[in-house]
């Protein structure tokens, strides 16, 4: 079983996650902020990984602090839970339509993380999450998953739909780059190494 359970305290955050990526898409999130958590588990559900978060935040101050914490434990996890990359895919990628909205993700775990984040929102929140803190989510995700990740939204209006397909298309390419293939010996690099 490909898990990994990782807990981080600072003195703005105190986070203990869960991650199944041979799951069947259950969840149970509480970050503190309602919007995210709805991400999160769309996440899940849509990458059919499992997912178990708590989180206590200093969101007296803003949201910053707790997504982008968030972010670094979950890209955290994905790296502990890949383990030596071996067998896996590497890439994914999803086009996901959400009503008018349309996202694009193309990933690679490769080790080399980078991130290409292409959504131009028209609101600054959605519920209680500034729309710029899906940057810095992404962004610290792919940091400590070892992942580079670009992530573009081709067409939308409604920010709730627009972040919802990136996240939908995000899990989908996830599930794609992580699912092992038998036919692939050692990582799926011709170095040989990620």
Do not use: W
């Amino acid at each position: 079983m490909r898990r990994a359970e990782v807990a981080r305290k600072t003195k703005e955050t105190d986070i203990r996650l869960v991650l199944n990526l041979d799951g069947e898409g259950r969840s149970n999130v509480a970050s503190g902020i309602g919007f995210l958590d709805h991400m999160l588990c769309l996440l899940a559900g849509h990458g059919r990984f499992d997912l178990e978060l708590s989180c206590t935040g200093d969101l007296n101050v803003d949201s910053h602090h707790t997504v982008e914490d968030i972010g670094i434990v979950l890209g955290k996890a994905i790296s502990e839970a890949l383990g030596s990359r071996e067998s896996i895919r590497r890439y994914g990628s999803a086009l996901i339509p959400m009503d008018e909205s349309l996202a694009q993700v193309a990933l690679d775990l490769s080790n080399r993380p980078f991130l290409v984040f292409n959504v131009p929102f028209s609101c600054p929140r959605v519920g209680e999450m500034d729309t710029e803190m899906f940057e810095e989510f992404f962004r610290a995700l792919a940091v400590n998953a070892g992942m580079t990740l670009h992530i573009s939204l081709l067409h939308g209006k409604n920010n709730h739909h627009m972040i919802e397909a990136v996240f939908k298309a995000f899990a989908r390419a996830l599930r794609e780059a992580v699912t092992p293939d038998p036919s692939i010996k050692g990582v799926c690099s011709t170095k040989g190494v990620l």
